[in-house]
């Protein structure tokens, strides 16, 4: 039997924050929810009987809170119909303040949800307005309440620093008052401006003034320590978590372990062969209605439209820049037992030259290859001589 990870896209939110370009649509109607998700649950259907087991689920976006419950519970009975879930998997969903209500969360932790993700982004309401985010901090705060009155035991909180007009005092605000709630994870990425979105065209415009370096890495370094002195371990660039409550969905990705991603847009990784869905809504739904494969690649599903198979180079660099990406760094070993040989072999230049400039340091006690304090900060650096 196979274990995966898997991934659900919900591709809707109420309206588009100012500042994202992840695949979801704003102002679509119930009905376009309801169409969405039985297509949703054929395109499930179409890996049932194919002995898979998953160890994690996550239901991601856009805002899967935006759904009528019912639509997620559906999902979720068609995940326990189509594959076996190990006991102790892990099973998130994201989730918007302000979107969010006892009925949900109630229906959520009845389909045994057990990990909730909210999106807060900042405690701070002038800049929760400048986001363009649907709420405001006393929701956030009311619906995180909520969320442990109705039994999750596993939260994480979403925060974005750098943005334009938040200073490291009001960033710092958000990032206590978010500590002092006790969620056990905690993501914090530093913003970027991403084309095709309001801040980038004022960006364009000279009407945002993006955060300078300094700034922002001095946002990130006070964020770390406060977070290391609060009981929460910095296991990834952009993550912290209380002793065991580690992403373990996230884990994957950067672990290369394998992940199946159904809905819009979404993207696999299996026998080393990456494959993406459809990203045009309509076309989603009509190849739920006809279960058109005509045309589409061998092997990859009818919703499959990008396919690439890895050449084992390929594997070795996404082994190297992704697990880079834990605090830990990758575990020599591993390396060797996936490809056969020593990752020095393979990289030994980029190796040498990244742990003369003081980016990059070998541990073989703990058998691990890792970034240095200074080698986070300048993460992209090193990426660029493993790709
Ligand atoms: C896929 S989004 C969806 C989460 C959810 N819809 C929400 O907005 O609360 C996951 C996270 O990515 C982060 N994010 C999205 N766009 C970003 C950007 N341009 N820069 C930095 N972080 C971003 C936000 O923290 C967000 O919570
Ligand atoms: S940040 Fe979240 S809520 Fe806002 S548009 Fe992106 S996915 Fe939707």
């Known amino acids: 039997m196979k274990s995966l990870g898997l991934y659900i896209h919900i591709p809707f939110c109420l309206k588009k924050c100012n500042y994202c370009d992840f695949l979801s649509l704003g102002g679509m109607s119930e009905e376009d929810h309801a169409a969405y998700t039985e297509a949703l649950l054929v395109e499930l259907e179409h890996y049932a009987d194919r002995n898979i087991s998953l160890d994690s689920v996550y239901i991601g976006g856009g805002t899967p809170s935006l759904l009528d419950p019912g639509l997620i519970s559906r999902v979720v009975q068609r995940v326990q119909s189509c594959f076996t879930i190990s006991e102790e998997a892990e099973i998130t969903i994201e989730a918007n303040p302000g979107l969010l209500d006892k009925n949900k969360l109630t229906t959520y932790r009845g389909a045994g949800i057990n990990r909730l993700s909210i999106g807060a982004q900042s405690l ?7 986001l363009g985010r649907v709420h405001d901090r006393e929701e956030f705060v009311r619906n995180f309440h909520l969320a442990r009155e109705c039994g999750f035991e596993n939260i994480s909180v979403d925060l974005i620093f750098a943005i334009p007009g938040q200073t490291h005092d009001i960033w710092m605000d958000s990032l206590e008052k978010t500590i002092d ?20 065209d004022l960006w364009k415009k000279g009407e945002l003034k993006p955060v300078d370096d300094q700034g922002d890495r001095a946002m990130y370094h006070s964020a770390i320590d406060r977070l290391q002195s609060s009981g929460y371990r910095h296991y990834e660039i952009s993550n912290a978590a209380k002793p065991g409550y580690e992403s373990r969905h996230n884990l994957k990705y950067w672990s290369m372990d394998e992940y199946l991603g159904v809905g819009l847009g979404a993207h696999s990784y299996i026998d080393g062969r990456r494959f993406s869905n459809e990203t045009d809504l309509s076309r989603y739904i009509r ?20 396919f690439h198979e890895n050449t084992v180079e ?8 992704t697990g880079l990406r834990k605090v830990e760094g990758i575990r020599l070993s591993d390396y060797e037992k996936r490809f056969a040989l020593p990752v020095t072999a393979v990289y030994g230049d980029p190796i040498n030259k990244h742990i003369e400039t003081g980016l990059l340091e070998i541990d073989e006690k703990a058998d691990r290859l890792r970034l240095t304090a200074k080698g986070i900060d300048l993460f992209n650096r090193v990426l660029v001589d493993f790709v």
Not at 294 to 304: D, I, L, Y
């Open 124 to 130: 701070n309401n002038e800049i929760l307005k400048l």
């Open 181 to 200: 709630l006790g969620p056990e994870h905690i993501s914090f990425y530093s913003l970027q401006i991403e084309e095709e979105t309001p801040f980038y």
């Open 287 to 306: 190849i739920a209605k006809e279960k058109n494969c005509a045309g589409r690649r061998q092997g990859a599903s009818p919703w499959t439209i990008w």
């Open 314 to 321: 390929g594997e070795m660099s996404e082994f190297m820049f």
